[in-house]
C-alpha cells in the first residue's frame, strides 16, 4: 500500500481536512504497479526516485491543456485523442504528448486517467463508455478534476470500482494563470492512499491539495467557492 513516511510533506490540520503541501523531493511508496520507475526499485511497489507514470488526459481546453504541458514537463507520458476540437490535442502533441486512435489506445495500460472536462454528460460520456470499461486495467487511478455534480463523481466511482479502479474526487480551483504555473488548487475527497499515489501528478499541477473526506466531497466544495465566488462579484 502507499504511505507518506514521517516528514516527507509539510501538513496543516484545517477544520475542512487535511491539506498536503507538495515537497518535489519525496520519495514514495506507491501500490499501483504499473508505474515506469526511475532510480533504484526494492520491495512491492518500493521507488526511490522520480516516478513517472502514463496518463490518459481528457479535456484539453484552457484549464486542461495547460495541466497536460505540466504533466509532460515533469517528465510524465500523457495520451491524448481527439474529440471534438483539434487544437488542444494539436497543442498537446507539439509538447511532447502522443497522440491516441481510440478510447482503447488513450487508457489500455495508462497508471492514471485523468479529466477535466465541462460538465456531467461529458464526464459519464467517458465513463460509461464500454470500450473505456473493457480496456482500463485493474489498479488504474482515476482523478476526476471537472466541476461536474457530486452524482456524477458518485456514478463514477460506482462503475469504476468492479474494474478495481480506485477513483479521487479532485476539482481544481484557480484561473488560467494558475493552471500554467502548476499552482492550481485542488478540492480533493477519497481514500488516503490514493492522494499518496496520485502525488507525483498532483504535485506538478497543484501546490495544494485538500483531502475533505468521501467521494462527492470535492465537487460539493467546489460548488460552494463558485457560489460565494458569484456572491462576492455581485
Avoid: W
Wanted: proline share 5%; net charge neutral.
Amino acid at each position: 500500500d502507499g504511505r507518506v513516511s514521517r516528514g516527507l510533506f509539510a501538513r496543516v490540520h484545517p477544520s475542512e481536512g487535511l491539506c498536503i503541501h507538495h515537497d518535489h523531493q519525496v520519495r514514495h511508496q506507491c501500490h499501483f504497479p504499473g508505474y515506469r520507475r526511475h532510480g533504484l526499485v526494492g520491495g512491492h511497489g518500493h521507488t526511490v526516485g522520480g516516478v513517472m507514470a502514463v496518463v490518459a488526459f481528457f479535456g484539453l481546453g484552457s484549464m486542461g491543456l495547460p495541466m497536460a504541458i505540466n504533466l509532460l514537463k515533469a517528465g510524465h507520458e500523457v495520451r491524448v485523442m481527439v474529440h471534438k476540437n483539434t487544437s488542444g490535442p494539436e497543442e498537446a502533441v507539439r509538447h511532447g504528448a502522443i497522440l491516441s486512435s481510440s478510447m482503447q489506445d488513450m487508457v489500455a495500460g495508462a497508471d492514471m486517467i485523468v479529466s477535466v472536462v465541462p460538465d456531467d454528460a461529458a464526464v459519464l460520456d467517458i465513463y460509461e463508455n464500454e470500450k473505456f470499461k473493457r480496456s482500463v486495467g485493474r489498479g488504474c487511478l482515476v482523478l476526476e478534476m471537472s466541476s461536474c455534480t457530486p452524482d456524477a463523481v458518485r456514478r463514477v466511482e460506482a462503475l469504476c470500482r468492479p474494474l478495481g479502479v480506485h477513483v479521487l474526487d479532485a476539482p481544481i480551483t484557480g484561473a488560467k494563470p494558475k493552471a500554467i504555473a502548476g499552482t492550481l488548487v485542488v478540492l480533493g475527497a477519497g481514500d488516503p492512499k490514493d492522494f499518496v499515489a496520485a502525488e507525483p501528478v498532483l504535485s506538478a499541477i497543484s501546490e495544494k491539495v485538500f483531502q475533505l473526506g468521501t467521494i462527492g466531497t470535492g465537487k460539493i466544495i467546489k460548488a460552494m467557492t463558485n457560489l460565494l465566488g458569484a456572491v462576492n462579484l455581485a
